[in-house]
């Protein structure tokens, strides 16, 4: 027994010192790990050779379940973490995960870890990594997982990455991948995952020998520089349930049917392409195959069709922005699963079958600009979930059905320019109807009464039909942003509220309407009088009723003085002054004179107003239409965010006022007006040390918000119309942030209808749609192009062919020495040429095609200061040449 007894307590001492040395190593190594690296966030605290915690339970530290625990992952993302990835993680000898995706590190392709002899996963997404992909990746034999999407990996795939076949997800989305694929992708065959979207200088054919990637589910090409025909790959691709080909450059027909086996499909998108010829009959069914799924139908008791389809899962088939032509597929419209359709933009012909009610799932058809040539299915009315259906520009005929608006969370339709007829029914069922277009058909009778009784409606578009009657006066409810019922045989009275504020051309066509401000004027003028319930009398009462109306108005008036206004009608008005102006809302509203409105200095949001008030003082306000749902409390918070700035580059906010359907936002006012009106005049010939100081006090106001002002702010339409000049040209910077207030989805939807072509937003803003730091440096250096040039960033409205100043200077620049030849020649002198030099080398890099090239703010702060401070200066100081290279290094 005693024996028995000691041998036990033996080998568990053994056994406890084997762990405790397993484990001492084990933490050792995390800490040689961490010490490579940079933790600015002190995120890795608890990795300490105290022992008091077990390095098991250390933050992103795996272990396996049993004795002796041991690291199998080490999960560290998000945490701004940078510096060196140290090999010694490699002593891990369990090490099966890596994951540091979403932090700062700013490498080549670590390929030392392809010592680490158990590691399945290496998950470095969103770092800085950057160089090309080395022969020696083929070295990551056991790897599994490999992604390195949003980095900056340039050059080629090698072809030696053919021997990581144990692959099952190979992301290199978002990097600079260039030149061809290499013909590996086939050694792939465990393969789930492939993405190199994203990838604008990968331009090559689509690789062929994809398609023997049976177990492939998803494969996403889109947005990089494919093109020529798709191959008919489809049909080893057995798994696949999403394929992405969108906003490429390919070409050809869809590879003909019976080729085409997708059983598990829930997503095709071919958008954006030049595909063309007719769509095959059906992408989910095989030849041969007929009799099994028969049979599958039969079980499901649901043999509905002749044409018997296996693409039950499908969810999504997007091939809009094409040349499809033919007939449209027909069974897409019924499949129980399909929730969105896009095919805008082909010449697709068919019918909408009434069948499309067996879809209940759904949500979306856009198929405008084909030639449908069918009656308005009332099949379509069934959809409970269907909140946007628009087929305008096509050739359907016939009456709508009464149930065409019944879908209760219908959005938006858009029935423009068919052949419909008849009355337009009367809608009551889709109370979140917000945009309604029936423009361009054959519509009579009079426009439906309950359209007024729609409460988000906006867009109302009924122009060009033959409808009559009058305009029911409640549309005036509505808080519409479009009514055009231009074109139609209207006659009556125009509700009041629907003239003042909306451009008279939305009226136009309509001999028999009349009021204030249109040809004719009523007979029956004194709309009052109606309102408070007087008959017709004479001349005498009506006026004493108008009088009397008068009394009654102001007397209202004068109870809901502070918070109401009389020409919004019922709209409550709330504000914050953050400065004492001594004037109401309403003082301010009755103030703004259309005429002196500037939709110049305003911007895409709104009008800008100036506005005197009776001290004398003058400021300005600018409108802008609220679309957002904020709350008041919410808008208050913001606006007390971007009020608190104080900095004598910024104007400054006064204060706001909010109606329900509008936000004034009251600024300083700046006499000289914005820079981007004062170099858009012939005459700009400002000397050269104004302008550096405008620059200088342009990049002190960015700096300020992107890095001292809590919260940092990015400014994120930053252009030389949005820089207020004062008498003493020191520049302040406006309509940063707007999103804040307009909401964020407006201000996108905006800047990128408004813009999308804007020489002012950096290029990369066209694929990540997202705003940066970078962005706004970008930006500053048009600005500063401009400065230098004297030339306008952009013309929007110029009929000529118009070279943006980025691309102007850049071009100049090719031609040797021509760097001074794109310097505004009007002041350019022995004396300031120097500096101009300097600050062009400055532009030049912020206007970078690469957004990590770009300088800090403070850092653009700096130099442009040290040109102001350095009288003497070599030409030979100025690295141009570099600078250049750099740019055209990389297609613009
Ligand atoms: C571990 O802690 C001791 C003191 O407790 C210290 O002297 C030693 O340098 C530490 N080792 C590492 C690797 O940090
Ligand atoms: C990790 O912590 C948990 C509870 O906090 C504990 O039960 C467990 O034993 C610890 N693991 C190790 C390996 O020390
Ligand atoms: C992480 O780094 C980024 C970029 O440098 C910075 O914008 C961000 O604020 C950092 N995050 C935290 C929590 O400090
Ligand atoms: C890599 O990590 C990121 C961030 O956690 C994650 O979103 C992504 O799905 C991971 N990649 C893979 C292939 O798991
Ligand atoms: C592809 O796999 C085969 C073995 O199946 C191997 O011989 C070949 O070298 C691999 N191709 C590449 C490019 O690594
Ligand atoms: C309609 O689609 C064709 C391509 O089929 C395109 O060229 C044309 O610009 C589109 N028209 C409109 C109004 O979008
Ligand atoms: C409706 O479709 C027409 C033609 O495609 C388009 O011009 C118009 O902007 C659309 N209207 C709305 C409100 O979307
Ligand atoms: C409008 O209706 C009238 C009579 O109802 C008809 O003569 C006219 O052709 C119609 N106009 C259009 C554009 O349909
Ligand atoms: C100008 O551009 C062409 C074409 O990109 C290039 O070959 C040439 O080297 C450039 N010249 C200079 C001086 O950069």
């Not at 010490?35 to 300490?48: C, K, Q, Y």
């Not at 914050?576 to 809302?585: D, K, M, Q």
């Not at 259309?594 to 409108?623: C, D, H, M, N, Q």
């Amino acid at each position: 027994m005693a024996s028995n007894c000691k041998i036990i307590l033996y080998f568990s001492c053994i056994f406890s010192s084997f762990l405790v040395s397993s484990a001492f190593s084990e933490a050792q190594v995390l800490l040689q790990f961490k010490n490579s690296i940079n933790d600015p966030l002190d995120a890795l605290s608890d990795w300490s050779n105290s022992t008091a915690i077990h390095h098991c339970n250390w933050t992103g530290v795996s272990c396996t379940n049993d004795v002796p625990f041991s690291v199998t992952s080490l999960t560290l993302q998000s945490l701004n973490l940078s510096g060196e990835i140290s090999v010694s993680v490699c002593e891990l000898e369990n090490l099966a995960h890596l994951n540091l995706a979403d932090n700062l590190f700013n490498l080549p392709i670590p390929l030392h870890l392809s010592e680490c002899v158990s590691l399945e996963t290496l998950n470095l997404s969103t770092n800085l990594i950057w160089g090309t992909i080395q022969e020696q990746i083929s070295q990551f034999k056991s790897l599994k997982v490999f992604d390195f999407s949003s980095n900056h990996i340039e050059g080629n795939i090698p072809e030696s990455i053919g021997s990581l076949q144990q692959l099952k997800v190979f992301n290199l989305g978002s990097n600079f991948l260039s030149g061809s694929d290499p013909m590996v992708f086939g050694n792939f065959t465990e393969l789930e995952v492939l993405d190199l979207s994203q990838n604008p200088f990968l331009i090559t054919e689509l690789p062929v020998d994809i398609g023997k990637l049976s177990k492939l589910e998803k494969l996403l090409l889109q947005n990089s520089g494919f093109h020529g025909e798709i191959p008919d790959f489809f049909q080893g691709l057995k798994s696949l349930k999403l394929l992405d080909l969108s906003q490429n450059h390919l070409t050809g027909k869809i590879p003909r049917v019976g080729s085409f086996f997708l059983p598990n499909l829930v997503s095709f998108d071919v958008s954006q392409n030049k595909l063309f010829g007719s769509f095959p009959k059906g992408i989910c069914e095989a030849e041969g195959l007929v009799s099994l799924s028969l049979h599958t139908n039969l079980l499901n008791g649901s043999i509905q069709h002749e044409s018997i389809n296996e693409c039950m899962n499908l969810e999504r088939f997007e091939v809009q922005n094409n040349r499809f032509s033919g007939d449209f597929p027909s069974w897409l419209w019924s499949l129980p699963k399909i929730k969105l359709i896009r095919a805008e933009n082909n010449r697709f012909t068919g019918e909408i079958p009434d069948s499309i009610s067996e879809s209940a799932q759904l949500e979306q058809v856009q198929i405008d600009n084909n030639s449908f040539n069918s009656k308005f299915p009332p099949g379509l009315g069934k959809l409970r979930s269907l909140y946007r259906f628009s087929a305008s520009l096509n050739g359907l005929y016939g009456e709508l059905p009464p149930n065409f608006c019944d879908s209760p969370v219908m959005s938006i339709i858009n029935l423009s320019h068919n052949y419909l007829s008849g009355r337009i029914p009367e809608v009551r069922n889709c109370i979140k109807l917000v945009s309604l277009s029936l423009a361009d058909n054959g519509f009579i009778g009079e426009i439906p009464e309950s359209l007024s009784e729609l409460p988000v409606l906006t867009y109302l578009d009924l122009s060009c039909n033959n409808l009559t009657g009058s305009i029911p006066q409640d549309l005036e409810n509505l808080k519409l942003a479009l009514f055009n019922v231009s074109f139609n045989q209207l006659s009556g009275r125009v509700p009041s509220s629907l003239i003042s504020g909306l451009p008279a051309s939305f009226l136009q066509g309509n001999p028999g309407l009349c009021g204030p401000g249109l040809p004719s004027s009523c007979s029956d003028d004194k709309g009052m009088s109606k309102r408070f319930g007087l008959t017709k009398l004479t001349v005498a009462i009506i006026s004493i009723g108008l009088a009397f109306a008068l009394v009654i108005f102001a007397l209202g008036f004068y109870l809901v003085y502070r918070s109401y206004m009389p020409k919004f009608e019922s709209c409550p008005w709330r504000s914050v002054f953050f400065y004492p102006l001594r004037v109401t809302e309403l003082d301010l509203i009755m103030l703004m004179d259309e005429k002196a409105a500037s939709g110049k200095t305003g911007g895409i949001f709104g009008r800008v107003y100036a506005v005197t008030l009776p001290s004398g003082e003058l400021i300005a306000v600018k409108k802008i239409l609220k679309f957002s749902i904020h709350s008041w409390k919410s808008l208050k918070s913001e606006m007390k965010t971007l009020a608190k700035i104080r900095h004598r580059n910024i104007v400054k906010i006064l204060g706001f006022c909010q109606s329900d359907d509008s936000i004034l936002l009251i600024y300083e006012y700046l006499p000289k007006g914005s820079l981007g009106d004062l170099i858009g005049k012939p005459d700009f010939n400002i000397p050269w040390s104004v302008r550096l100081k405008i620059a200088i006090g342009i990049a002190q106001g960015l700096a300020y918000l992107h890095q001292d002002y809590v919260p940092h702010l990015l400014h994120k339409n930053l252009k030389s119309k949005n820089i207020l000049l004062d008498n003493d040209f020191e520049p302040k910077l406006t309509g940063f942030s707007l999103d804040r207030i307009v909401g964020e989805t407006v201000f996108h939807s905006t800047l990128s209808s408004e813009s999308a072509n804007s020489c002012y937003l950096a290029p990369e803003y066209g694929y990540t749609k997202k705003a940066t730091e970078q962005g706004d440096t970008y930006s500053f250096g048009v600005i500063l192009l401009e400065l230098l040039t004297g030339r306008q960033a952009e013309l929007k409205e110029s009929t000529e062919p118009f070279l943006d100043v980025v691309k102007w200077v850049r071009r100049k620049i090719n031609i040797t020495n021509g760097a001074l030849k794109a310097l505004d020649s009007k002041i350019t002198s022995t004396s300031s040429q120097q500096q101009m030099m300097g600050a062009l080398e400055i532009a030049l890099s912020c206007t970078s095609v690469v957004p990590e090239k770009r300088p800090s703010t403070w850092e653009i702060v700096k130099r442009l200061q040290c040109l102001d401070s350095r009288t003497t200066f070599s030409v030979q100081d100025i690295d141009i040449s570099g600078c250049i290279e750099s740019e055209s290094s990389v297609p613009v």
